[in-house]
């Protein structure tokens, strides 16, 4: 009963068991696991041999010499290939296989035990362990090469902020050798003023479990000191606290120097700005002022918040805020500059003058305008006195003018009065003196002259409003001609000869009441200064000159004169040589303004007592 | 009564729907709160002016600007003012389909949008013509 129950247990044991009897290893008792291992045909009494299922020529030796040397051997993880059926697919397993001698009482070799155990999953389980170990050796000098050529430092802090790891970039950096105390060590290499701070933060972080991110200065290994830049995150294993940091130290000097540079750059341009006595300001790119230099907040009384991204325009006379506020919309639209000139307040309420100009420049941060306000109210106000006294001016001229005309015209009425009580006086009274005669004709020729003063300088005050005159194109002949018909009395009391040659330029570009009056003066002046002995002459002839501009020459026979110097002005010499010819001077400057007023000159040549010739110069 | 007037960069474009559902509840809110204004949109460019007693606004300005929808707010002005320049809660933006929204109340085309209002001081209109443009675009600039 108990050996069945025994029987009953070896069979159905999940690992094989079997006895293999005799030299010949001819089975016996094999249980099913053991069967099915053997290839399920297995009859009893037969060699092993015989049907060795998928077991190795070298397992059957082994076999045999255990059976002769009666000791026990156990093969680990002996590969089978099973099952040996053609139909299935052949899978490796692994045993572990114990061959335990059968002896009998007198210590003679009996047979074989054979246990086998299926080790497949633990086997295949070490074997993916060694890979895995294998790939992570890989991976781990990879990585080792990764961190080890970067140019950064890299490290590992355990929890307690302890160096678990620094890359050797750290000692290649600091010049400390390999065997030195990191942690001990890398705080005084820190710079003093930033160890502090470095200590606090990388704790804290510490304590709080999250990473950092900061900067400070390390040595160098050349004494030097570095900014860097150390970051490094916490390894969580959740959900308990952090057991690590991993972290990268990266030197940042150049950047920070640089960007320190900027910095200071701006920095110094801003005291710039901020010294100048001038309203400085910067605006976005879309047109909101975003700095006001101190002048401004000086100047306005208005601090920048005060004053608004748009603040500047309410500091403007309010006629010029809306036009002013186009504009500068306009401006921002296009990028053209701004410019105009404002009266802006000041603090204490008085309008100045000012420049306001702005411009768009573009730098690394996109762009951005630039303004200025230049205060420009005393100049304003000094052009402004300049301008009403000019205009003052110009009204008492223009008075002065008016006056010499009213007076010269109301004083002909008197004057011609008095001839009318002078020629009645002279008609019905009697003188009784010797020289009364004389007398007379004195008083005559002074009526005569006050006449002939009166009516030139009415015509002049005439002809200079004149001067401004619009210009046609005329004929040169038919204005002479009327003009002559205006001097027929003298042209009759002389009995002068006048020819006009107009055919070499027949028409002048001219403004007529001036051409009039040019021709006037001339031919006037020329039977004025006409020689006692004899009868006048008078050529008017038009020309044109080298440079194809048009000339008029007068030519007279009459008394001539020297002329002295070039810079003495011609009316003045006639004036002087010719005391008795009345208003010739006014005469003479009034055609000379006139030409000159349209660009041209007046020449004159003359020989005492025989002539005198003037040529116009209508443009040079 | 203040005002306060902002410039933000949307996180994504934001859609037709998208905006007509924030004119429609920015219009509900905004009446209930006595809140006015007008929003500027367009290619993710944002402007907003929003007026009402400081005691709400400015509240309300740090809820919009801590809105994911859109990032970058700058806030230009926070001031007082005399008086309201917008007679309700209003929106201007180019919309992808025309059809549709000529008929929604506050809404603009933005050529279609009435001057800036002239009760406010000229300094602040300028802003707002000022952000109306950096958000539309120049007057007569053409919409793609
Ligand atoms: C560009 C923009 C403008 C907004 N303007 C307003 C506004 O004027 N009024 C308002 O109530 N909400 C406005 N909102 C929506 C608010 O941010 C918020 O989503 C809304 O008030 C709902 O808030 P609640 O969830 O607390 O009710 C705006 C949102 C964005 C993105």
Same mark, same amino acid.
């Given at each position: 009963?108990r050996?069945?129950q025994?029987?009953?247990?070896?069979?159905?044991m999940?690992?094989? %068991?079997g006895?293999?009897?005799?030299?010949?290893?001819?089975?016996g008792?094999?249980?099913?696991?053991?069967?099915?291992?053997?290839?399920?045909?297995?009859?009893?009494?037969?060699?092993?041999?015989?049907?060795?299922?998928?077991?190795?020529?070298?397992?059957?030796?082994?076999?045999?010499?255990?059976?002769?040397?009666?000791?026990?051997?156990?093969?680990?993880?002996y590969p089978?290939?099973?099952?040996?059926?053609?139909?299935e697919?052949?899978?490796?397993?692994?045993?572990?296989?114990?061959?335990?001698?059968?002896?009998?009482?007198?210590?003679?070799?009996?047979?074989?035990?054979?246990?086998?155990?299926?080790?497949?999953?633990?086997?295949?389980?070490?074997?993916?362990?060694?890979?895995?170990?294998?790939?992570?050796?890989?991976?781990?000098?990879?990585?080792?090469?990764?961190?080890?050529?970067?140019?950064?430092?890299?490290?590992?802090?355990?929890?307690d902020?302890?160096?678990?790891?620094?890359?050797?970039?750290?000692?290649?950096?600091?010049?400390?050798?390999?065997?030195?105390?990191?942690?001990?060590?890398?705080?005084l290499? %820190?710079?003093?003023?930033?160890?502090?701070?470095?200590?606090?933060?990388?704790?804290?972080?510490?304590?709080?479990?999250?990473?950092?991110?900061?900067?400070?200065?390390?040595?160098?290994?050349?004494?030097?000191?570095?900014?860097?830049?150390?970051?490094?995150?916490?390894?969580?294993?959740?959900?308990?606290?952090?057991?690590?940091?991993?972290?990268?130290?990266?030197?940042?000097?150049?950047?920070?120097?640089?960007?320190?540079?900027?910095?200071r750059?701006?920095?110094?341009?801003?005291?710039?700005?901020?010294?100048?006595?001038?309203?400085?300001?910067?605006?976005?790119?879309?047109?909101?002022?975003?700095?006001?230099?101190?002048?401004?907040?000086?100047?306005?009384?208005?601090?920048?918040?005060?004053?608004?991204?748009?603040?500047? %325009?309410?500091?403007?006379?309010t006629?010029?805020?809306?036009?002013?506020?186009?504009?500068?919309?306009?401006?921002?639209a296009?990028?053209?500059?701004?410019?105009?000139?404002?009266?802006?307040?000041?603090?204490?309420?008085?309008f100045?003058?000012? %420049?306001?100009?702005a411009?768009?420049?573009?730098?690394?941060?996109?762009?951005?305008?630039f303004g200025?306000?230049?205060?420009?109210?005393?100049?304003?106000?000094?052009?402004?006195?300049?301008?009403?006294?000019?205009?003052?001016?110009?009204?008492?001229?223009?008075?002065?003018?008016?006056?010499?005309?009213?007076?010269?015209?109301?004083?002909?009425?008197?004057?011609?009065?008095?001839?009318?009580?002078?020629?009645?006086?002279?008609?019905t009274?009697?003188?009784h003196?010797?020289?009364?005669?004389?007398?007379?004709?004195m008083?005559?020729?002074?009526?005569?002259?006050?006449?002939?003063?009166?009516?030139e300088?009415?015509?002049?005050?005439?002809?200079?409003r004149?001067?401004?005159?619009?210009?046609e194109?005329?004929?040169?002949?038919?204005?002479?001609?009327?003009?002559?018909?205006?001097?027929r009395?003298q042209?009759?009391?002389?009995?002068?000869?006048?020819?006009?040659?107009?055919?070499?330029?027949?028409?002048?570009?001219y403004?007529?009441?001036?051409?009039?009056?040019?021709?006037?003066?001339?031919?006037?002046?020329?039977?004025?200064?006409?020689?006692?002995e004899?009868?006048?002459h008078?050529v008017?002839?038009?020309?044109v000159?080298?440079?194809?501009?048009?000339l008029?020459?007068?030519?007279?026979?009459?008394?001539?004169?020297?002329?002295?110097?070039?810079?003495?002005?011609?009316?003045?010499?006639f004036?002087?040589?010719?005391p008795?010819?009345?208003?010739?001077?006014?005469?003479?400057?009034?055609?000379?303004?006139?030409?000159?007023?349209?660009?041209?000159?007046?020449?004159?040549?003359?020989?005492?007592?025989?002539?005198?010739?003037?040529?116009?110069?209508?443009?040079? | 009564?203040?005002?306060?007037?902002?410039?933000?960069?949307?996180?994504?474009?934001?859609?037709?729907?998208?905006?007509?559902?924030?004119?429609?509840?920015?219009?509900?809110?905004?009446a209930?709160?006595?809140?006015?204004?007008?929003?500027?949109?367009?290619?993710?460019?944002?402007?907003?002016?929003?007026?009402?007693?400081?005691?709400?606004?400015e509240?309300l300005?740090?809820?919009?600007?801590?809105?994911?929808?859109?990032?970058?707010?700058?806030?230009?002005?926070?001031?007082?003012?005399?008086?309201?320049?917008?007679?309700?809660?209003?929106?201007?933006?180019?919309?992808?389909?025309?059809?549709?929204?000529?008929?929604?109340?506050g809404?603009?085309?933005?050529?279609?949008?009435?001057?800036?209002?002239?009760?406010?001081?000229?300094?602040?209109?300028?802003?707002?013509?000022?952000?109306?443009?950096?958000?539309?675009?120049?007057?007569?600039?053409?919409?793609l």
């Amino acid at each position: 009963m108990r050996e069945q129950q025994l029987q009953h247990i070896l069979r159905y044991m999940p690992a094989g %068991i079997g006895t293999l009897l005799g030299p010949e290893l001819r089975f016996g008792f094999l249980n099913e696991a053991m069967q099915n291992l053997l290839g399920g045909t297995t009859p009893a009494g037969e060699p092993l041999t015989a049907y060795p299922g998928p077991l190795t020529t070298d397992l059957l030796e082994v076999m045999k010499q255990v059976y002769e040397a009666g000791r026990p051997f156990v093969a680990k993880a002996y590969p089978l290939l099973l099952p040996i059926s053609e139909e299935e697919e052949k899978i490796r397993h692994y045993f572990d296989l114990t061959l335990e001698p059968l002896q009998d009482d007198d210590d003679q070799p009996l047979g074989l035990l054979v246990f086998a155990v299926d080790v497949t999953a633990q086997e295949e389980a070490r074997q993916r362990a060694h890979e895995l170990s294998l790939e992570t050796r890989r991976l781990d000098a990879r990585l080792r090469v990764l961190t080890e050529t970067a140019p950064q430092i890299t490290f590992s802090l355990n929890a307690d902020g302890r160096f678990e790891y620094v890359s050797p970039q750290w000692y290649y950096f600091t010049g400390q050798p390999p065997t030195a105390d990191l942690n001990a060590i890398w705080p005084l290499l %820190i710079h003093p003023d930033d160890r502090l701070r470095v200590l606090y933060q990388s704790d804290t972080a510490r304590t709080m479990g999250v990473g950092w991110n900061y900067e400070y200065r390390l040595r160098r290994h050349d004494g030097q000191y570095r900014w860097m830049l150390s970051r490094a995150l916490p390894e969580l294993h959740a959900p308990d606290k952090p057991v690590s940091w991993h972290g990268a130290v990266t030197e940042v000097h150049d950047q920070r120097e640089l960007s320190e540079a900027l910095r200071r750059g701006e920095a110094e341009l801003r005291f710039l700005a901020d010294s100048i006595p001038q309203l400085i300001w910067t605006a976005s790119r879309v047109g909101f002022i975003e700095y006001y230099n101190k002048h401004t907040a000086e100047y306005t009384g208005l601090s920048e918040q005060e004053l608004g991204p748009t603040g500047w %325009i309410a500091l403007l006379e309010t006629a010029e805020q809306a036009p002013a506020a186009r504009r500068w919309v306009q401006c921002v639209a296009t990028g053209e500059d701004f410019e105009g000139l404002y009266q802006m307040r000041r603090h204490d309420g008085q309008f100045r003058w000012h %420049i306001i100009r702005a411009r768009q420049l573009t730098d690394s941060n996109g762009p951005r305008w630039f303004g200025a306000c230049t205060d420009v109210d005393d100049q304003h106000r000094l052009r402004e006195v300049l301008q009403t006294q000019y205009d003052e001016l110009a009204r008492t001229n223009r008075d002065l003018d008016t006056f010499v005309y009213t007076a010269s015209h109301d004083l002909k009425q008197p004057l011609f009065n008095l001839r009318g009580l002078f020629d009645e006086l002279r008609r019905t009274a009697t003188f009784h003196d010797a020289e009364q005669d004389i007398l007379l004709q004195m008083v005559d020729e002074a009526l005569g002259q006050l006449d002939g003063t009166l009516q030139e300088l009415a015509a002049t005050v005439q002809d200079q409003r004149e001067l401004a005159a619009p210009t046609e194109e005329l004929d040169l002949r038919s204005v002479a001609e009327e003009v002559l018909l205006g001097l027929r009395a003298q042209v009759q009391e002389t009995q002068a000869v006048v020819e006009l040659d107009m055919a070499a330029s027949p028409t002048l570009l001219y403004g007529r009441a001036n051409l009039r009056s040019v021709l006037h003066n001339l031919l006037s002046n020329a039977i004025k200064f006409a020689h006692p002995e004899r009868a006048p002459h008078i050529v008017a002839r038009s020309q044109v000159s080298d440079t194809g501009q048009p000339l008029l020459i007068v030519q007279d026979n009459g008394l001539g004169m020297s002329i002295s110097s070039e810079s003495d002005p011609m009316f003045h010499t006639f004036e002087r040589q010719h005391p008795h010819v009345v208003g010739a001077g006014v005469g003479l400057y009034l055609v000379q303004r006139i030409i000159n007023s349209r660009g041209g000159h007046l020449a004159v040549t003359s020989t005492l007592g025989e002539g005198t010739t003037f040529t116009v110069h209508w443009f040079e | 009564m203040n005002h306060i007037v902002y410039m933000s960069r949307a996180v994504r474009p934001l859609s037709d729907q998208d905006l007509k559902e924030l004119l429609d509840q920015c219009r509900r809110d905004n009446a209930l709160h006595d809140v006015t204004g007008i929003l500027f949109y367009s290619h993710g460019n944002i402007a907003q002016l929003i007026e009402g007693a400081p005691e709400i606004i400015e509240p309300l300005f740090e809820k919009i600007s801590r809105d994911g929808r859109h990032s970058h707010v700058v806030r230009l002005v926070n001031k007082p003012i005399a008086a309201r320049s917008f007679p309700d809660w209003s929106m201007a933006f180019h919309p992808l389909e025309h059809e549709g929204f000529q008929a929604l109340e506050g809404f603009f085309l933005p050529d279609q949008l009435p001057p800036t209002p002239t009760s406010m001081t000229i300094a602040d209109a300028l802003i707002v013509d000022l952000v109306r443009q950096a958000v539309l675009g120049a007057p007569g600039q053409s919409e793609l």
